[in-house]
């Protein structure tokens, strides 16, 4: 297993949209393993593929308090089940340091396959669907840093640049 570089806002290649999954083969397994890896060291709740570059419709994630319990969703689609928003103060390993409130849909359905291309379909709410949905958001391109005020977004983008320029 190794450890996989994650991408850091505004790295353009956090803009592209993920195209599916057709094949599932030890390679998958492979990258999957690398993902739940590289999110239990960052000590993040889920992580798209797309965060380490890997442009394909896959997700890893864990909101267990022992960090036991890895749900792996390939090619997710997930309906909204309550229409009422919920607020959460919302981070991404992809955007370090920074916590803002987004408001999302607070109950879905998601349907998506498992490691073994086996499909499967469960609610959720709380914050599984909040790290769900932002998930999602990666795989289209979008980051949480895309509902805040563009001058937020700004100021977020430049002390990452700031800090970006310093460690290259
Ligand atoms: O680790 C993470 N924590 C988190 C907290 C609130 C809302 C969403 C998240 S997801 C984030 C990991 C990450 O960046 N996934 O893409
Ligand atoms: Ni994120």
């Known amino acids: 297993m190794s450890l996989l570089p994650i991408l850091e806002f505004p790295d353009p290649r956090l803009r592209k949209i993920a195209g599916p999954v057709s094949v599932f083969d030890e390679k998958l397994e492979a990258l ?30 864990d909101v267990s308090e022992n960090k036991d319990s890895p749900l792996t969703f390939i090619n997710p689609e997930f309906e909204i089940i309550e229409d009422e928003l919920s607020e959460y103060d919302e981070g991404c390993l992809s955007v370090p340091g920074f916590y803002e409130t987004v408001s999302r849909p607070q109950r879905i359905r998601v349907r998506a396959q498992d490691r073994a291309g086996q499909a499967f379909e469960m609610e959720a709410d709380g914050i599984l669907a909040v790290c769900i949905q932002h998930e999602i958001d990666h795989l289209e391109g979008k980051l949480f840093v895309d509902y805040l005020s563009s001058l937020k977004r700004q100021r977020i983008r430049k002390k990452l640049e700031k800090e970006h320029k310093k460690s290259a």
């Open 32 to 61: 999957i393993d690398d993902m739940f890896e590289t999110m239990y060291d960052a000590q993040g709740i889920g992580l798209a593929a797309t965060q380490v570059d890997v442009h394909k419709r896959l997700l890893v994630i």
